[in-house]
């Protein structure tokens, strides 16, 4: 082996592994960023806050399913730890980076000395120190290891150092790249058949199941297998906000998302049903509307990579550990479709629940009210955004909007959406692009959320990420109005609405100062045309669409 410094052997990786881009804030690992100028085409861009470094890194994970890099130097690392929390909980395989603190400087009140370790543990898989750097080959290929085998997830690496230094220092070694764990899924494990007859008799048994399919069926590939089951057994098909790109709302067997950012179809259906088939998703509190959809006592079949989540919340009366498409795969081949013929009234049922979804808001969903209700932002949406288009959606109200009121049309759209986290959207979204530049991203957030990362148009202008950007702008966090409604007795005073409410700002022309294309819409009528002027534009430019809308319109609530 020949003497590499760590720089070295860190840039040869990354470029090994597939890496082509690092969202991060200096200053981190600078000998290596010396270094992937010199041998890779790998981008660094250098962005304006640790969270969103992360935030970028998981829309990137999570449009490529590639491991997303972020880094931060020492004082930076708590930010970026934050900012892993919302790719744990949706389990994206990120990669985070950050300088640490040195042994000839502990405990001596050195500038910015604070051990961060600790603050990874709750939001990685894995988290880990580089001391010495002979241990970089195994200990980043460990990193790649961890956030893709199993449930993916973040993977946190600190290295010596309060920038990471240790990157210059010398050793022998060389890289070593483990192409498997270069992409989701890095392995897919198979199920026993004994688990498989276990559920497929279930299923086969059953005169009115559903399936909810989860972000594990994203993660898997699995989405057409899940539909073929569907349409094989006549099974309706709900599914989980992560999961809300398996199957095309217009399909008949479609019921949308359930649980508490939901579509009433999906609650409905999934609470008339005799037995719920989980694939690739968890049963916690929001897809489930905190165990209340279905009810605890009814039958499940759950299908998991992780063999922790089998049965958890929901006793199961078949438990399968694998991955999703290969377990979907052979329970195809296990089925003559001899019941499918029994569900014909249990189908027609999910279609007549969808139709009543639909004819109890279309009102609201073709609404010409000034200013704008977002069900007619979804409703436009529906019908205008490009048949490729990745969506990235923000959480709260935005989230409940889109979860409940967006049909993605064609399989080839893809939905990502915040784990709760509100101001993800629009960093996600541009960290997506760069993952993907060919196809067109489509970021939804509220003004509440855009305000968190507003600096990011810089980013996206100063590298050309061309994203398209609706900002449902009602000069509020209006999705706190329920709440300071019950407290303050139904009639809230001025000082109780300067809690929530914001100063009116046009956000285009914010954009158009920080090198975007600004769009403003203030009628209804002026959103179709928008958005097509949107996505023509962000063939040069990111584009932010500033739509004002009604303060007073809440998002439905859940029913169960």
């Known amino acids: 082996m020949a003497k590499m410094t760590g720089a070295q052997v860190m840039a040869d990786m990354l470029k090994g592994y597939g890496v082509t881009h690092i969202f991060h804030v200096p200053a981190v690992l600078r000998t290596t960023m010396v270094e992937l100028e010199k041998r890779t085409e790998i981008k660094r861009l250098h962005v304006h806050s640790e969270a969103t470094a992360a935030y970028m890194a ?59 370790v600790p603050a990874f543990e709750p939001v990685t898989k894995f988290n880990a120190t580089v001391d010495d750097v002979s241990r970089f080959p195994d200990m980043v290929r460990q990193a790649f290891r961890e956030a893709t085998t199993g449930t993916p997830g973040p993977v946190h690496l600190q290295f010596r150092g309060n920038e990471g230094q240790i990157d210059a220092e010398e050793a022998d070694m060389e890289p070593l790249i483990e192409e498997a764990f270069a992409q989701l899924p890095a392995y897919r494990p198979e199920p ?25 069926v994203r993660s898997s590939g699995a989405a057409a297998e899940v539909v073929a089951l569907a349409e094989r057994l006549n ?50 509190g929001m897809v489930s509307h905190f165990w ?35 377990a979907v795969t052979k329970l195809l081949a296990m089925t003559n479709a001899e019941s499918a013929g029994r569900r014909a009234a249990w189908a027609a049922r999910a279609g007549e629940a969808d139709q009543q979804w639909r004819d109890k808001y279309n ?63 629009f960093s996600a979204a541009l960290g997506a692009k760069c993952g993907v530049p060919d196809r067109p991203v489509f970021c939804f957030t509220g003004d509440a959320g855009f305000w968190y990362h507003i600096g990011e148009i810089e ?29 303050y007795g139904g009639e809230q005073t001025d000082e109780a ?63 169960s």
């Open 192 to 216: 026993s058949e004994e688990s498989l007859r276990a559920a497929m008799a279930a299923i086969e048994a059953a005169e009115r199941p559903v399936i909810v399919a989860g972000g594990g």
């Open 459 to 487: 980013t996206a202008a100063r590298w050309g990420i061309n994203t398209v950007t609706l900002v449902n702008n009602n000069s509020s966090g209006n999705q706190s109005k329920r709440g300071f409604d019950r407290v």
């Open 235 to 284: 099974i309706p098909v709900a599914t989980s906000l992560n999961g809300k790109d398996t199957i095309a709302d217009s399909h008949p067997l479609s019921v949308g998302v359930v649980g508490t950012y939901s579509r009433e179809s999906a609650n409905i259906i999934v609470n008339e049903a005799d037995l719920v088939i989980y694939i690739g998703s968890s049963t916690g």
């Open 363 to 425: 009102d609201l969903l073709t609404s010409d009210a000034e200013p704008m209700r977002p069900e007619r932002m979804c409703h436009e949406l529906s019908q205008h955004l490009p048949d490729d288009a990745i969506v990235v959606a923000d959480t709260g109200h935005t989230g409940m909007w889109m979860g409940g009121m967006l049909d993605l049309r064609s399989p080839n759209q893809s939905y990502m959406r915040s784990a709760g986290h509100l101001g993800w959207a």
């Open 497 to 559: 609405r300067k809690l929530w409410q914001f100063t009116d700002v046009n956000f285009a022309r914010i954009a158009e100062e920080m090198g975007a294309v600004g769009i403003r819409v203030e009628k209804p009528n002026e959103l179709p045309g928008a958005i097509q002027q949107a996505f023509e534009a962000a063939k040069t430019r990111p584009v932010i669409l500033d739509v004002t809308s009604d303060l007073n319109a809440l998002a439905p609530l859940a029913v």
């Open 58 to 116: 998981d829309g990137y994970a999570r449009a490529t399913g590639k491991p997303g890099i972020c880094m931060a130097q020492v004082i930076g690392a708590l930010n970026l730890a934050a900012g892993l929390r919302d790719p744990y909980l949706a389990n994206a395989p990120v990669i985070a980076m950050t300088g640490g603190r040195d042994p000839k400087t502990k405990f001596r009140n050195v500038y910015q000395e604070v051990d961060d």
């Open 292 to 326: 209340a959809v279905p009810t605890i006592g009814t039958k499940v079949v759950h299908i998991d990579i992780e063999p922790s989540e089998i049965g958890r919340n929901y006793p199961v009366v078949a438990g399968v550990q694998a991955d999703a498409k290969v």
